[in-house]
């Protein structure tokens, strides 16, 4: 079953020059100047920004010096995935935000670059710099092989704890291998820090649904302890009628495409609509716009102000030459012979603000109109993916699905444990990696270990400060 | 409009900007194209039996990526036959009889040798002499350059057999690379000098690649010491200009570290009546006079100077001895909060390098906010402890975020000296001079 219409094919290396790095990576000489602007702040608020407080100023000094076996230490010892943190991060609403350049009034130093660039020495030159801790006899099983799981499992494994990973999909990494758009991150990038994770130990296996593929009575039996960070689901569906046309898809459903498949191979309509007005969204809109459709149409119930994407996700859509319908409300997908032909939808006008402070949308009446589109696309947030774990006495969900845990990551099941997506309903990876590693020391706790591990390792500065 | 014609020693030169002795003053059509682009003189580059250099023969540090703050060479006088050298200087005054070209010269230490140096480098026209006695690599070996500079005798000596035979003016260039230049610029003058010209370069060590172990620069995988020079020396070239200027009554060309208009000011303010310029032009070329004359004509406007005479040595006597200087005077910082950044370098600066008077950042802050609500680290001044010792506005990033601000101690300006001489009359108490203070 085809689309009605797709968008016309581009030449291979027009789709490489659109996916090409937004941040590329930076030459030595573009690093030593970058970092050389730093000021090496003291208790600096770039790091307390940061969810896994990397020591941004010790390793931007380090790139400096030319030390950059240490400056890549400083960073994946705070966070396995610096590399594709440096890459993914909204830096703009975390480290980069709180750098005292926009006090300056001076751009604010390129932390997510020097970041990823310290990283790259390391994984290019393949340096090996960690090892699996003497083993202490203790198992844990991991659920999902997405960035909480990683994280917890890399601290782990250092520790002396033999861990295995075990993911339903066909290969690791979780979003950050399927989810993040192409023009940030590539699945072999991701893959990169994957390997770091076995290097120490960490077992891994793909294709294997826990619950489904192997039980969690098994899992019990062989590990001491289980870290889920199973992330979230599919796509919500928009409950309209005509969404089982052909042509309507998630969101994951058609970036996962752009993570796994040649560019030219992945399936979009000459005029596309995206329904939401998130990050996710933005990368749908984008991707679509890079695949070569024509006419994207980003439609959302409020207005600009209320639009919950970060700002500068919003420029890169409107460089990208989408059309944004704001306070446009969908109603109906139109389609022919089974297939989408376009969008019915309402005008709607903002009434009392929620509790949010967001105002709510109300229809207009009489203000239908119709989009001609060939492929809609939903962006109105992931559902969770947490049903399974029902079925493990003790383990409360909350009406979102988001798993219930205590400071210590803990879930009402003492042996279980819980980070990420799946617990925080959605953030970002730094956040995972922060809370998977939080996870890690917990669990640690739990299981005994004779090293208070509960505090996060901070030099002995920071600590004065707080 | 600022007239910056200077006269030295008689001379007139059309701005105080010269070439110093050294490539960029290599040859006739260097020096032409540096004349067409502004200069007002040029020191030739030092003239003598020619040598031949190595390679490499320049080093260069560079700081946080901006380039050649400080610079190096173990390169020797002109490679290039005396006769040719002189040629081309005949050439150049004929085509430019109103700049001055000053041949540099450097022959062993020999009164005949020297006397006949003199009369070859004056009849191709030179307007005056200058005698490296300041080279402090290769040439010192040979007994010459910082051989005879670092011995006041031997400069005094050398120096009168040139005047013997000299009918231009007479330039000693001294070396830094002396205990007390003072005394070597009075035996120059005892030796009958016109003037002096300093620094040269001092004597240095440039780095070691770390892999190899080989010296900067290299010479297959080996180096020498070598003769530093470039925005770094300025610093110490003011202090020896200054001396040398309290010292002795003859002329002065101010060389070390000039690359701006600022920086030649500061020379001339500390007495120098021409300035020497060679690295910054090794490094960005003729045209950066431009912005010399420029600039210093327009300081000059702003401060009301018609000429380098009206400001020539003006911050000679604010440079005291330390025991003349004002110890009932103080000073403390003071923090711009609108303007604070937070990067609470002061704190770290004062905390762990100087006196311990800065409060850092406290955890429910003053509040302030950057453009992305993030929190803005304000530090403190803990005003009762302040020192005054100026290191916190000195790291300070922001312009003017830190000041130092005057407080009054009601106490009559009083040195250490003046109580030296206090004490010694049976006036005073021993220290400490005010209570309290530590
Ligand atoms: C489109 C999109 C774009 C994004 N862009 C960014 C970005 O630019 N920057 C950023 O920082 N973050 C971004 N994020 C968010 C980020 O990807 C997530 O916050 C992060 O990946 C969460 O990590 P996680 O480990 O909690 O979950 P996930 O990455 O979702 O990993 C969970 C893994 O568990 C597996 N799993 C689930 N159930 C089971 C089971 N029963 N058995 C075995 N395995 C199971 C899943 O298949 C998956 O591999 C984006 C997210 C999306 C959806
Ligand atoms: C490469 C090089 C070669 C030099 N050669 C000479 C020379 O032949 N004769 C001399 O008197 N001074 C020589 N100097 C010293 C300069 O004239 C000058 O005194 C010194 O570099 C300080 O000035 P600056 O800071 O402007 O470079 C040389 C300097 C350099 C960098
Ligand atoms: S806040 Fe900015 S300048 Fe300060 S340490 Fe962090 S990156 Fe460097
Ligand atoms: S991990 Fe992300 S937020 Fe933290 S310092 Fe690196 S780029 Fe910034
Ligand atoms: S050094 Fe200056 S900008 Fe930085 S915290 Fe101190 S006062 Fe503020």
Redesign the interface.
């Known amino acids: 079953m085809p689309l009605r219409e797709t968008a016309p094919k581009l030449p291979p290396e027009q789709y490489e020059r659109n996916f090409a790095d937004i941040a590329p990576r930076m030459t030595r000489g573009q690093a030593?100047?970058e970092?050389?602007r730093c000021?090496?702040?003291?208790?600096?608020?770039c790091t307390l920004?940061c969810p896994t407080r990397i020591d941004v100023p010790a390793f931007i000094k380090k790139i400096?010096t030319g030390n950059l076996r240490g400056s890549a230490r400083v960073i994946l010892e705070a966070n396995i995935l610096g590399e594709s943190c440096g890459r993914v991060c909204p830096t703009?609403?975390l480290c980069e935000?709180?750098c005292?350049?926009?006090?300056?009034g001076e751009q604010a130093i390129e932390i997510g670059r020097l970041q990823r660039y310290a990283v790259d020495y390391v994984l290019d030159n393949n340096i090996h710099l960690f090892h699996a801790g003497a083993s202490n006899g203790k198992r844990v099983a991991c659920i999902g092989s997405g960035p909480a799981s990683l994280a917890c499992a890399a601290e782990l494994a250092k520790w002396g704890y033999a861990v295995a990973i075990f993911d339903r999909n066909e290969i690791p990494g979780g979003l950050n291998t399927y989810g993040i758009a192409a023009y940030k991150t590539r699945a072999a990038d991701s893959l990169r820090e994957v390997e770091l994770v076995r290097q120490l130990g960490v077992e891994i296996r793909q294709k294997t649904e826990v619950g489904r593929g192997i039980s969690f009575a098994e899992i019990e039996k062989q590990f001491d302890a289980i870290f889920i960070g199973v992330g979230l689901g599919e796509t919500w569906t928009l409950g309209l009628p005509g969404e089982d046309l052909y042509g309507v898809y998630g969101a994951m459903e058609f970036i996962e495409q752009t993570k796994v498949k040649a560019f030219q191979d992945v399936e979009v309509g000459r005029r596309v609509a995206c329904i939401g007005a998130g990050n996710t969204a933005i990368d749908v809109v984008t991707a679509a716009r890079r695949l070569g459709a024509e006419m994207v149409y980003l439609i959302y119930r409020r207005s600009e102000q209320e639009m919950p994407a970060f700002k500068y996700e919003y420029e890169l859509a409107k460089n990208d030459g989408v059309v944004f319908l704001w306070q446009t409300q969908p109603v109906r997908v139109l389609g022919r012979e089974a297939a989408v032909t376009g969008l019915e939808c309402v005008r709607t006008k903002l009434g009392a603000p929620d509790a949010r402070g967001r105002r709510s949308p109300v229809p207009v009446p009489d203000s239908e109109f119709t989009v001609e589109v060939d492929m809609v696309v939903s962006a109105v947030g992931q559902g969770p993916v947490t049903d399974f774990l029902r079925v493990v006495q003790g383990i409360e969900l909350r009406k979102d699905g988001t798993v219930v845990i205590n400071d210590r990551h803990q879930t009402g099941n003492p042996k279980y444990f819980a980070a990420g997506d799946c617990a925080n309903g959605g953030k970002e990876v730094v956040d995972a990696v922060a809370e998977g590693m939080a996870a890690a020391r917990g669990l640690d706790a739990w299981l005994g270990s004779p090293r208070d591990r509960l505090k996060p390792q901070m030099n002995t500065d920071k600590q004065r400060?707080? | 409009m600022a007239d910056l014609r200077v006269k030295f020693c008689g001379l007139e030169s059309p701005n105080p900007f010269w070439l110093a002795s050294g490539p960029p003053a290599n040859t006739a059509g260097q020096v032409m194209r540096a004349f067409d682009a502004g200069w007002g003189g040029a020191v030739w580059k030092t003239i003598g039996e020619p040598i031949v250099n190595t390679t490499s023969r320049y080093g260069a540090i560079d700081l946080n990526g901006v380039k050649v703050m400080g610079f190096n060479n173990i390169e020797l006088i002109s490679d290039r036959p005396v006769e040719d050298n002189l040629r081309e200087i005949y050439e150049v005054k004929k085509r430019y009889p109103k700049h001055l070209v000053v041949a540099s010269l450097m022959v062993e230490s020999k009164r005949e040798s020297w006397h006949e140096m003199v009369r070859r480098a004056e009849d191709a026209g030179s307007d005056a002499l200058e005698l490296n006695f300041g080279c402090p690599h290769g040439m010192s070996e040979r007994g010459m350059g910082s051989a005879v500079g670092q011995v006041p005798e031997y400069t005094e000596m050398i120096t009168a057999w040139v005047k013997e035979a000299a009918r231009t003016p007479v330039i000693v260039k001294l070396t830094p690379n002396v205990t007390d230049i003072a005394r070597i610029a009075a035996a120059a003058e005892k030796g009958g000098a016109d003037a002096v010209s300093l620094i040269n370069t001092i004597n240095s060590l440039m780095g070691l690649d770390l892999d190899t172990f080989a010296p900067r620069p290299v010479v297959r995988g080996k180096s020498s010491h070598g003769g530093y020079c470039g925005p770094a020396v300025k610093p110490i070239a003011l202090h020896l200009v200054s001396s040398v200027a309290k010292k002795v009554r003859i002329p002065i060309s101010g060389i070390g570290g000039v690359g701006y208009w600022n920086d030649a000011a500061e020379h001339i303010a500390l007495g120098a009546a021409t300035v020497q310029v060679c690295t910054a032009v090794m490094h960005y070329g003729f045209r950066i006079v431009e912005d010399m004359v420029d600039g210093l004509s327009q300081y000059m406007d702003d401060h009301g100077f018609r000429s380098i005479e009206d400001f020539r040595g003006r911050a000679l006597p604010n440079v005291l001895d330390w025991g003349d200087l004002d110890l009932n005077y103080k000073i403390i910082a003071e923090i711009n909060s609108d303007l604070c950044i937070g990067c609470q370098l002061c704190y770290v600066a004062c905390e762990d390098g100087a006196h311990q008077c800065i409060a850092p950042h406290s955890a429910a802050g003053n509040g302030k906010r950057n453009v992305n609500g993030k929190g803005v680290h304000v530090p403190r001044i803990i005003e009762e402890e302040c020192v005054g010792c100026n290191l916190c506005a000195l790291v300070c990033p922001v312009e003017n975020c830190i000041t130092m601000k005057e407080v009054e101690t009601g106490l009559p300006p009083m040195s250490w000296n003046d109580r030296m001489r206090q004490l010694a009359a049976g006036h005073g108490r021993a220290l400490p001079p005010t209570p309290g203070e530590h």
């Not at chain 1, 000021?39 to 608020?45: G, I, R, S, V």
């Not at chain 1, 005292?100 to 300056?104: Q, R």
């Open positions: 030593v100047v970092a050389a000021l090496y702040c003291f208790d600096a608020p920004a400096l703009e609403a935000g709180a005292v350049m926009h006090e300056k400060q707080i």
